[in-house]
């Protein structure tokens, strides 16, 4: 397989039979799709350092999207540059294509590949002789089916852990990271989500998001329907959700959490492929964006930490992305390689 096959495929370029003659090559060897993952990479950041969106071409789409004549426009710093964003965001869109380079171990397991009609590129189990480990990777997003038929969709940068089998008195999967669960409902057989902030989410059957990063400072729990207990590990003390609720629990503080009702939406959006801001710290922002790109973005300027970002965003390049916030909020940025360089 030469790697203008491979190229051609990430671009998209081959016909069918051609693309299955690629995927069998990739999914034939460990090696294989070592090096097909790192064409992927270099082949998204070419694209990334050379897609840069004109300030003409940006003043288009602004214009297009029915924002006023921005060669005029004087930008304020903080209160005005949230407006601008705010008017701007049903054209904001970012992708879901950036795939990490990654070393897997296959032992007696394999991978999965997706079907091509999913946002999501790929996910890897790692077997052993009792569970499975799906990792999703920075960049794409990942759906698994659990041995009971329930259904967990993994956002980027996840991991979710489970046995071959649940036995009969619980469903057990361990998950750092986010996922969205459509648990299969049966009262006498409970399911337990734990996760490594020493909570863990016991449910009978529901719909819920929880979001519980390793580098995030709280676990998020949002209920779309049913309900679920939050069972404080250390404790043994039990919080109860219920539909349209958000519970979250605080680093240093898992014993006072915040409850309160919210619109779920803006919680599950992203399984859908969008991300979406509103009114969200610079930091949160910079961890999302880095998570869902691959890359580590740097900010050189203290002040653009104090921001606060509202868009939306679906489909587009970071270059573009990023091309545009320096458009509206006078935010620059250089790339270089796996970094993003931000001042002001």
Same mark, same amino acid.
């Given at each position: 397989?030469?790697?203008?096959?491979?190229?051609?495929?990430?671009?998209?370029?081959?016909?069918?039979?051609?693309?299955?003659?690629?995927?069998? @090559?990739?999914?034939?060897?460990?090696?294989?799709?070592?090096?097909?993952?790192?064409?992927?990479?270099?082949?998204?950041?070419?694209?990334?350092?050379?897609?840069?969106?004109?300030?003409?071409?940006?003043?288009?789409?602004?214009?297009?999207?029915? @924002?006023?004549?921005?060669?005029?426009?004087?930008?304020?710093?903080?209160?005005?540059?949230?407006?601008?964003?705010?008017?701007?965001?049903?054209?904001?869109?970012? /992708?879901?294509?950036?795939?990490?380079?990654?070393?897997?171990?296959?032992?007696?397991?394999?991978?999965?590949?997706?079907?091509?009609?999913?946002?999501?590129?790929?996910?890897?189990?790692?077997?052993?002789?009792?569970?499975?480990?799906?990792?999703?990777?920075?960049?794409?997003?990942?759906? +698994?089916?659990?041995?009971?038929?329930?259904?967990?969709?993994?956002?980027?940068?996840?991991?979710?852990?489970?046995?071959?089998?649940?036995?009969?008195?619980?469903? +057990?999967?361990?998950?750092?990271?986010?996922?969205?669960?459509?648990?299969?409902?049966? /009262?006498?057989?409970?399911? !337990?989500?734990?996760?490594?902030?020493?909570?863990?989410?016991?449910?009978?059957?529901?719909?819920?998001?929880?979001?519980?990063?390793?580098?995030?400072?709280?676990?998020?729990?949002?209920?779309?329907?049913?309900?679920?207990?939050?069972?404080?590990?250390?404790?043994?003390?039990? !919080? =109860?959700?219920?539909?349209?609720?958000?519970?979250?629990?605080?680093?240093?503080?898992?014993?006072?959490?915040? $409850?309160?009702?919210?619109?779920?939406?803006?919680?599950?959006?992203? =399984?859908?492929?969008?991300?979406?801001?509103?009114?969200?710290?610079?930091?949160?922002?910079?961890? $999302?964006?880095?998570?869902? !790109?691959?890359?580590?973005?740097? /900010?050189?300027?203290?002040?653009?930490?104090?921001?606060?970002?509202?868009?939306?965003?679906?489909?587009?390049?970071?270059?573009?992305?990023?091309?545009?916030? =320096?458009?509206?909020?006078?935010?620059? !940025?250089?790339?270089?390689?796996?970094?993003?360089?931000?001042?002001?």
């Amino acid at each position: 397989m030469t790697d203008e096959q491979i190229i051609r495929y990430i671009k998209g370029e081959l016909d069918e039979s051609e693309r299955t003659e690629v995927v069998s @090559w990739i999914k034939s060897e460990d090696c294989n799709f070592r090096h097909f993952s790192k064409l992927q990479l270099a082949e998204t950041f070419r694209e990334m350092e050379h897609e840069a969106l004109s300030d003409e071409e940006a003043k288009e789409r602004l214009a297009a999207a029915g @924002w006023p004549d921005t060669a005029n426009q004087k930008w304020k710093k903080k209160s005005g540059w949230l407006s601008i964003i705010t008017r701007i965001a049903a054209i904001l869109l970012i /992708p879901l294509t950036v795939v990490g380079v990654w070393t897997i171990s296959r032992k007696n397991g394999q991978i999965k590949y997706l079907t091509e009609s999913t946002n999501a590129e790929r996910i890897i189990p790692i077997q052993d002789a009792a569970s499975s480990t799906y990792i999703v990777h920075p960049g794409v997003q990942g759906d +698994v089916i659990l041995p009971d038929g329930s259904r967990v969709r993994l956002n980027s940068a996840s991991t979710l852990k489970c046995p071959d089998r649940f036995d009969e008195q619980a469903r +057990v999967v361990e998950l750092s990271g986010e996922g969205f669960f459509e648990v299969e409902g049966n /009262p006498d057989w409970p399911m !337990y989500v734990k996760t490594s902030k020493g909570l863990t989410v016991k449910v009978t059957g529901t719909r819920f998001n929880v979001s519980s990063y390793e580098n995030d400072p709280a676990l998020k729990l949002t209920l779309v329907e049913g309900s679920v207990m939050v069972i404080h590990e250390a404790t043994d003390r039990q !919080y =109860k959700v219920l539909p349209n609720e958000e519970m979250v629990f605080y680093d240093g503080r898992p014993t006072l959490p915040h $409850k309160q009702e919210v619109d779920v939406l803006p919680a599950i959006i992203w =399984k859908d492929g969008i991300l979406l801001f509103e009114n969200t710290q610079m930091p949160e922002v910079i961890k $999302k964006l880095e998570r869902w !790109y691959c890359v580590d973005i740097i /900010p050189q300027d203290p002040a653009i930490m104090e921001m606060r970002f509202t868009a939306s965003f679906e489909s587009e390049s970071l270059t573009r992305v990023l091309q545009l916030l =320096k458009i509206t909020s006078k935010i620059d !940025y250089r790339i270089e390689g796996k970094q993003v360089f931000l001042t002001r």
